[in-house]
């Protein structure tokens, strides 16, 4: 018994001096006794008597400033919205602003050693793994293929529910609901070969969706906290919202182990289909390093495209005239019919309404902002001192909505600023980095174009879909991409054609 207590004596002693160490190295680090008017206001969190997202009072912040860079010191974080720096930091310097383990180590219970949390070889090696397959011509058609049966064997149905019972009262559907339930069978299908059904008419829970959403949720709100000492410790004790983090993961985890173990046992490690499991699967010996591979793609997959087709379908709400502009456009490439679903070719001629699309992800990127850790000493192009160790952010958020990047209607919702003689024209990964750029660039970005003009084509060619209150000002939940607080509601309707 004297053992056993001097073995918890000696326990949570180390464990307070741990702490108190930790907390210290972080006090020394992040200077939080800065009384600048930026830490006072993070600090104070006086910033939000004016503004309800801290990604719009960063955006005032970066207009403000000469050079559209800014100091948060308490942070130690150097927020940019200029693109020469941008350009430098995932292209020029590229080797010195690598994720960094502090980044890592926020995901790296969920993500592990999966691509989007890692550097170096192990970066390259996934890398060049995904980009030979990715590229490939079958995957993309076997991608488009499992958008296509979705659409047409769920997404349609449901929506002729939805509005077959309108008939009798306006039944209010949260859009955004429908598409991260969409996305997340597409994306399911796409990497283990796996149909969770989250979109059946009655719109079942699915435990792998909603552990997985607990768990990115979380994660998100770990680097929200003051300090990392902060949800270290309740990791430590197994506490508080780290204790629904474990138990989420491990839901997570367990059940794409059981898929890994099913399809070892049952494919012997060979290709056996077109899922990402089944490409990786011969490739990869080390389960658990497969399975945080393919765990990176089901979040990359999601909630991306997700977060894009909600705040679109706001914008179209509210510009009634690009809604008739996509319908015409889409009338002269397909044809009269709106039953008829368009092959990839004609998805490629829709210039206007892949226009939309990039124009709503500058106001609304589903990332709104991506952080970097600085190796070395160095000096960005705009000439920022960068101190080893740094936090160095970029911020799309922000950069889509500077007059000085976009010209004085840049918070216009306007599609034209992509059309030149006709045809839809690319900017500067480095002036619109939604997709980032560089050799970081996305590897999944034509394979999302292809799902969102899909899903935006066949329902506003079919219905017309209503955003019950288009004029609220969004507030964006916690999370690791964009997601709005309350969802999107909205009425639909068959669409009725003259």
């Known amino acids: 018994m004297d053992l056993q207590a001097s073995f918890c004596f000696f326990f949570f002693t180390f464990t307070l001096v ?38 719009d009072w960063y955006t005032h912040l970066l207009r403000k400033s000469p050079t559209g860079t800014i100091h948060v010191h308490v942070l130690n974080n150097i927020i940019t919205a200029d693109p020469d720096n941008v350009e430098y930091m995932i292209k020029t310097n590229f080797d010195n602003y690598p994720k960094g383990k502090a980044f890592s180590t926020i995901l790296g219970d969920l993500l592990g050693r999966g691509i989007f949390n890692v550097d170096g070889h192990c970066w390259r090696f ?20 499992i958008v296509t049966d979705e659409i047409q064997s769920r997404l349609i149905p449901f929506f002729t529910t ?81 204790k629904e983090l474990k138990k989420s993961i491990n839901v997570v985890k367990r059940m794409a182990g059981r898929i890994i173990k099913e399809r070892r046992e049952n494919g012997s490690g060979s290709v056996t289909g077109n899922d990402l499991l089944s490409r990786f699967i011969g490739s990869i010996s080390d389960d658990d390093y497969l399975r945080d591979i393919v765990i990176s793609f089901l979040l990359a997959g999601r909630d991306t495209v997700a977060s894009a087709l909600t705040t679109f379908f706001l914008l179209l709400s509210k510009n009634p005239k690009v809604l008739e502009k996509i319908r015409e456009e889409s009338d002269r490439v397909i044809g009269s019919n709106h039953d008829t ?12 309404l ?34 080893r160790g740094s936090r160095v952010t970029y911020h799309p958020y922000a950069m889509g909505r500077m007059e000085r990047i976009w010209g004085p209607d840049a918070m216009e919702f306007k599609p034209e600023r992509w059309i030149r003689d006709g045809e839809f024209k690319q900017e500067s990964a ?57 969802g999107l509601p909205v009425v639909v309707r068959r669409r009725e054609v003259l």
């Not at 368009?342 to 206007?352: R, T």
């Not at 999370?479 to 309350?486: I, K, N, Y």
Request: contains cysteine.
């Open 18 to 55: 741990f702490s108190l160490f930790s907390l210290s190295l972080f006090i020394v680090r992040y200077n939080p006794c800065c009384n600048c008017d930026v830490c006072s206001a993070f600090i104070t969190r006086s910033w939000t008597s004016e503004f309800t997202n801290l990604s």
């Open 126 to 145: 996934q890398r060049k793994l995904a980009s030979l397959e990715l590229g490939s011509l079958s995957i993309r058609s076997h991608a488009l293929n």
């Open 341 to 352: 679903f368009p092959s990839f070719k004609e998805l490629q001629d829709l210039h206007y």
């Open 430 to 486: 480095y002036k619109y980095p939604v997709y980032q750029g560089g050799v970081r660039v996305c590897l999944g970005k034509e394979m999302s174009l292809v799902e969102m003009k899909s899903v935006a084509l066949v329902l506003v060619r079919r219905f017309d879909v209503r955003v019950v209150d288009p004029d609220r000002i969004l507030r964006f939940a916690p999370g690791l991409t964009a997601s709005v607080s309350g």
């Open 354 to 387: 892949q226009a939309a699309l990039h124009e709503s992800m500058r106001l609304y990127p589903p990332v709104q902002f991506d952080s970097k850790f600085a190796k070395y000493d160095d000096v960005l192009p705009d000439g920022t001192f960068v101190k």
């Open 162 to 242: 939805v509005e077959d019972q309108n008939d009798k009262e306006d039944v209010v559907l949260d859009l955004q609901d429908v598409f991260r339930r969409f996305s997340f069978d597409s994306i399911c299908k796409f990497s283990f070969g796996l149909d969770p059904g989250s979109l059946k008419p009655n719109l079942p829970v699915s435990e792998l969706e909603s552990a997985f959403d607990l768990s990115s949720k979380l994660c998100a709100e770990r680097g929200l906290a003051p300090s990392p000492v902060v949800w270290k410790i309740k990791r430590l004790f197994n506490i508080g919202s780290e």
